[in-house]
């Protein structure tokens, strides 16, 4: 370690505790004496500034106030030590255990530093972590869109954010305007939940959907979330319902292992369409997500048999698609 | 919000590791499991706030000890003390600075025990700040998915206390663990342990792009993780190769009784990607209408050219045509080929295939007014 860094260190130690132990504010003069002797006005300046910006940006409440209510002219500085510590946290030791394991979770750079550091000073709380064998998997989360930290910041903030939305089946994205209530994970893809302020009701976006950067339009706390608000609830209201048709499909044997892995029924060696292969019918009673395109992707190794809609979607789709081919010529 | 189900990133080398690019995402650093030491003032501060209150609550503790406890490499711990020496109440006295025993860290007389005094008003670490408490409280939440009912409870305990001291209220993040998630958790520890004792896997895996399922004995290597898929790195002893599996690819698995043939080796390092020992592949050139568009959320594409009707042109990678038969059935009739020449004729073939099966005598599907276009 440089000496510089050293140097820099106490000074913001020196600076904190100083704040710390003091009932009144502090007024200026009195650190510029005593923390940055020697410094020229525009010195002293610029190195108090910075350093406050460092420690607040590590956490450390700095408040700014008058010294006294008849002298107005000089700004003082305080930092209320109740809004400076960690509340007490009695952990048992096994709940400090799993809270060690908390650090192993995020596979998101900057979330897995600030648990890493969160878990640090629960340490230094005097919390005797360690980790014992527990009967618990270690999930991992991950967060590869781009504007995730910043619809997390603004959830945590409460502060308005606009942003542009590509929504499928649309042209061009659209600017949207959001308090973002909560952050939902669902089926492995981040959403966002909120009040849509241009339509003046709730709504769910997907966070991979969002182009380019999302920014923050006001001020921290500016809204607050409806009390009672279940962010989970409302992206299971509003996401696309599951769908539950029972669906009946033939399927020729050795194909469609992921139909076969969900069917509730089979039956093998049944009559099917062709005799290149021998078909089985699986009877899927919940039915199948995104049942058309699932089908569609098996090609001639899946037949609908029920529903009939079903049936028909994907016939229509299949006709379309060769009407559409240019190197077939027109169809009729 | 899409009704679409996700296809997940193409398909997973089992048989030839070259396959269809997975899309990259701006690379990430990998989590660190703590931060890098000596990387200035405001990082030193942050460590001896955390280091004075855990001395003042452990009493005498050995640096090694500290070190460990808080992730901090030793000789940086003895670093840091030794900026407390000038660190003090504003005083100017020499007992207003916090007293470190330095004697008892470096010299003759060094027992290697930390022992620091005056430093009461430092007693109590910092209070977590808005994204520390929601980065933990959220871990805490996807633990809670991947624990047994009695660690649930313990969970559930730790939780409260935390959301009762974040001093805002606990935020509305759902990491959303289901059963799957813990599934695959649950899986990944098995796996790993299974390399870690060097005993064989026999499994069942299943490969989307060719719907195949087959049955393999490998040995495994360890569990890694590539932009949030789990995968087994293993030496298959039917394809006499290293391969890697896609955990939620793997249908049935036991562990063996039997030790593993091969020389046991380490993961290999997927940083760069998966599919950087390219095989054969070839440029397709796609037309995609706005309902595919997605298809470029979910791979690499290599160019995309937007039409003014939010039509696309797309250029990707293909390893396998099978993948890509697949796909542009599954988004039809949305997507086509425009090159080469030889994938449509391929695609419309396939397409064909598919739609005799409701053509034929005896399933009964009513004849239409257009019928099914022919080969030219």
Known sequence: MSGTTGKKTERLLNLLIMLLVQRRYVPKERIRSILYPGTSDEAFEKMFERDKDELRSLGVPIEVGQLDAYFDDEPGYRIRPDEFALPAIDLEADEASVIALATKVWEHARLADATTEAVRKLVALGVPVDVSALDIVEPRLSADEPSFDVFLEATTERTPVEFSYQRSGETAPTLRHLQPWGVVRYSGRWYVVGLDTDRGAERVFRLSRVQGEARRTGEPGSYDVPPGTDVRAVARRLAPPPTSDRTVVLVRAGAGHALRRNADEVETGVPGPDDRTAWDRLVLSRGIPGAADEILAHGADVLVEEPARLREQVVQRLRAALAADPHLGQAS | ?376
């Open chain 2, 1 to 376: 919000m899409s009704t679409r189900r996700t296809p997940g990133p193409a398909k997973q080398p089992a048989k030839q590791p070259a396959k269809q690019p997975v899309k990259q995402p701006a690379k990430q650093p990998a989590k660190q499991p703590a931060k890098q030491p000596v990387s200035g003032a405001k990082d030193q501060v942050a460590r001896l706030l955390a280091l004075v209150p855990y001395l003042h609550a452990h009493g005498q503790v050995r640096v090694d000890e500290a070190a460990t406890a808080l992730g901090v490499a030793p000789d940086q711990v003895v670093k840091d003390l030794k900026v407390l020496l000038m660190v003090g109440l504003p005083g100017g006295y020499p007992d207003d600075l916090i007293d470190v025993d330095l004697d008892s860290l470096e010299g003759p007389e060094a027992d290697g025990v930390i022992r620091i005094a005056n430093a009461d008003y430092l007693a109590r670490p910092l209070r977590l700040t808005p994204t520390e408490a929601t980065a933990i409280i959220v871990a805490l939440r996807a633990l809670r998915g991947g624990a047994g009912e009695e660690t649930r409870g313990i969970v559930d305990r730790a939780l409260a206390k935390l959301e009762a001291a974040a001093a805002e209220a606990a935020p509305q993040v759902d990491p959303g663990l289901d059963a799957a998630d813990v599934d695959l958790a649950l899986r990944a520890t098995r796996l790993q342990q299974a390399a870690d004792e060097r005993r064989q896997v026999r499994m069942t895996y299943w490969v989307p792009s060719r719907d195949e399922q087959t049955e393999r004995v490998v040995d495994p290597r360890g569990v890694v993780n590539h932009h949030g898929f789990s995968y087994l790195d293993a030496w298959d002893h039917g394809a006499e190769a290293p391969r890697l599996f896609r955990l939620d690819r793997i249908h049935e698995l036991e562990v063996l009784d039997r030790p593993i043939e091969t020389e046991p080796a380490a993961p290999r390092d997927l940083s760069e990607g998966i599919f950087s020992q390219a095989e054969e592949t070839r440029r397709v050139t796609l037309h995609l209408d706005p309902p595919a568009r997605w298809v470029t959320e979910y791979y690499a594409v290599e160019e995309v050219r937007p039409a003014a009707d939010g039509s696309l042109e797309v250029d990707l990678v293909v390893a396998d045509e099978r993948w890509l038969l697949r796909l542009l059935l599954r988004l039809a009739p949305h997507a086509r080929v425009v090159h080469p020449q030889e994938l449509t004729s391929m695609f419309t073939a396939a397409a064909q295939d598919a739609l005799g099966l409701y053509g034929g005598p005896g399933v009964g599907w009513p004849e239409h007014d257009d019928p099914a276009p022919q080969h030219s």
